[in-house]
């Protein structure tokens, strides 16, 4: 959520649609932490990621599919209290709404409340801690107040603060994390729903949970495996994370991450999209691609090309599909959209990363607004660079190895973990 993004009138749609979960638990220990994703009313039942390097000690907490995003389950506080919120690579903040809240969106669960929590720590101004977020500004009550703003308009401001975050080991008893930094969130606005109750930040900055987090479970580096959209509410997945949480096997490819000043996003390199049998550069003059030219965005939905990129995409899918595309409805607006009751068959398209292939299926890259409704689930953004988002992420395993600045694509049923 942290870069800027169109949204057109369907994936507003979409984020309706996506809010019917329910939220079960977390696993962890010291080797690692995973999260598991689970959609409303989902089945709590054992379960373990194929691919995952052979660590029986990998921690894991659970994360909820919800209205194109995906919510993380945590507990905070002493006692702890759990929250919900958005599991997002594109940004670092782990904030939920506090009480009190003057202007706070509505949200079902009640809003997290400091005063009953004996481990929770308001950031003095004067601290270091205070610093690490560009943000943070000096309160009347000499305490540290934050801002923070995504892409799609939505923002934060509260107070930085300190807090045991407690999640549960994979032998089912509870690991209490001390001091986490994060945002108790005062005055929050933007395109939230009740069900989120504020996000987790997961990107490669120093405020994020990865980073926060890496020395205790043995190294910066997590996996995820996300369900695709419209999956049956009652399937899981997960994500893992630290020590155990490599991608191996049979099938992998990996691409560098690539590094910018900006430690916060996970931006790789997109040399081109095959469509069917037809391989269209990124570049349209054919010349050498910018290095980290997309961002793998958790927190955004579908994928997101450049204007110029994204044209040439929608002609070759509209030319490989043999129905005639949707014109008349104005809910979906300019998107290419098809009228059918099952998803397409085809084309199949393999995004070409550096060094590594990514064939995306049907269920991947079109996606039913409604009924008997399939659009091509990517948008169209100004700039040079794009998006790669939740939507073409699902059904890999994909692993994130700081440490080694590569991320890893396995392809998985993440619905038959």
Same mark, same amino acid.
């Given at each position: 959520?942290a /870069?800027p993004?169109?949204? $057109?009138?369907?994936?507003?749609v979409?984020?309706?649609?996506?809010?019917?979960?329910h939220?079960?638990?977390?696993?962890?220990?010291n080797?690692? *932490?995973?999260v598991?994703l689970?959609?409303?009313n989902?089945?709590?039942?054992?379960?373990?990621?194929?691919?995952?390097?052979?660590?029986?000690?990998?921690?894991?907490?659970?994360?909820?599919?919800?209205?194109?995003? $995906?919510?993380?389950?945590?507990?905070?506080?002493?006692?702890p209290?759990?929250?919900?919120?958005?599991?997002?690579?594109?940004s670092?903040l782990?904030w939920?709404?506090c009480?009190?809240?003057s #202007?706070?969106?509505?949200?079902?669960?009640?809003l *997290?409340?400091p005063?009953?929590?004996?481990t929770y720590?308001n950031?003095?101004c004067?601290?270091?801690l205070? $610093?690490? &977020?560009d943000?943070?500004v000096?309160?009347?009550?000499k305490s540290?107040?934050?801002?923070?703003?995504y892409g799609?308009? +939505?923002i934060t401001?509260?107070?930085?603060?300190?807090?045991?975050?407690?999640?549960t080991?994979?032998? =089912?008893a509870?690991?209490?994390?001390?001091?986490?930094?994060f945002?108790? =969130?005062h005055?929050d606005?933007?395109?939230?729903?009740d069900?989120?109750?504020?996000i987790?930040?997961?990107?490669?900055?120093?405020? +994020?949970l990865?980073?926060?987090?890496?020395?205790?479970? =043995?190294g910066?580096? *997590?996996?995820?495996?996300?369900v695709?959209?419209? @999956?049956? @509410?009652?399937? +899981?997945?997960r994500?893992?994370?630290?020590?155990? +949480?490599?991608?191996?096997?049979?099938?992998?490819?990996?691409t560098?991450?690539?590094?910018?000043?900006?430690?916060?996003? /996970?931006?790789?390199?997109?040399?081109?999209?095959?469509?069917?049998?037809?391989?269209?550069?990124? #570049?349209?003059?054919?010349g050498n691609?910018?290095?980290?030219?997309?961002?793998?965005?958790?927190?955004?939905?579908?994928?997101?090309?450049p204007?110029q990129?994204?044209?040439?995409?929608?002609?070759?899918?509209?030319?490989e599909?043999a129905?005639?595309?949707?014109?008349?409805?104005p809910?979906?607006?300019?998107?290419?959209?098809y009228?059918?009751?099952? #998803?397409?068959?085809?084309?199949?398209?393999?995004? $070409?990363?550096? =060094?590594a292939d990514?064939?995306?299926?049907?269920?991947?890259?079109?996606?039913?607004?409604?009924?008997?409704?399939f659009?091509?689930?990517?948008?169209?953004?100004?700039?040079?660079?794009?998006? /790669?988002?939740?939507?073409?992420q699902?059904?890999? &395993?994909i692993?994130f190895?700081l440490?080694r600045?590569?991320?890893?694509?396995k392809?998985?049923?993440?619905?038959?973990?």
């Open positions: 959520m /870069y993004r169109r949204f $057109h009138p369907w994936f507003l979409i984020f309706l649609l996506c809010q019917l979960l939220f079960p638990a977390i696993e962890a220990n080797d690692g *932490f995973s598991k689970i959609r409303r989902s089945l709590r039942a054992p379960s373990r990621l194929m691919g995952l390097a052979n660590n029986p000690n990998t921690p894991h907490a659970t994360i909820y599919p919800y209205l194109g995003q $995906h919510l993380m389950e945590l507990s905070i506080g002493t006692p209290i759990r929250i919900f919120g958005i599991a997002d690579t594109g670092d782990i939920t709404q009480v009190p809240c #202007n706070c969106y509505n949200q079902i669960n009640p *997290f409340d005063t009953k929590s004996s720590t950031v003095p004067e601290s270091e205070c $610093h690490k &977020l943000t943070g000096c309160s009347p009550q540290c107040n934050y801002t923070y703003a799609d308009s +939505s401001h509260g107070a930085l603060a300190q807090e045991t975050v407690t999640i080991s994979t032998t =089912g509870p690991l209490s994390l001390k001091e986490i930094l945002g108790c =969130g005055n606005s933007g395109t939230f729903n069900h989120e109750m504020g987790i930040g997961l990107g490669g900055g120093p405020l +994020s990865i980073s926060q987090i890496s020395p205790l479970f =043995g910066k580096k *997590f996996s995820q495996c996300l695709p959209f419209h @999956t049956d @509410t009652r399937i +899981s997945s994500m893992s994370f630290g020590r155990g +949480s490599e991608v191996s096997g049979d099938g992998v490819v990996s560098p991450l690539v590094a910018s000043q900006d430690q916060t996003p /996970y931006l790789v390199t997109l040399l081109g999209i095959s469509v069917g049998g037809i391989y269209l550069p990124f #570049n349209s003059s054919q691609v910018a290095k980290g030219n997309m961002l793998i965005d958790s927190g955004t939905p579908p994928i997101y090309l204007r990129f994204y044209d040439r995409i929608v002609t070759q899918v509209r030319n599909v129905m005639e595309p949707i014109k008349d409805d809910e979906l607006g300019s998107q290419l959209c009228r059918t009751t099952n #998803n397409l068959n085809g084309p199949l398209l393999t995004a $070409h990363f550096e =060094g990514v064939v995306l299926s049907p269920t991947q890259i079109f996606i039913p607004p409604k009924d008997g409704v659009c091509l689930a990517i948008g169209e953004m100004d700039g040079e660079g794009g998006i /790669y988002g939740n939507f073409a699902s059904n890999y &395993l692993g190895d440490e600045q590569v991320v890893s694509f392809p998985t049923d993440c619905t038959k973990q």
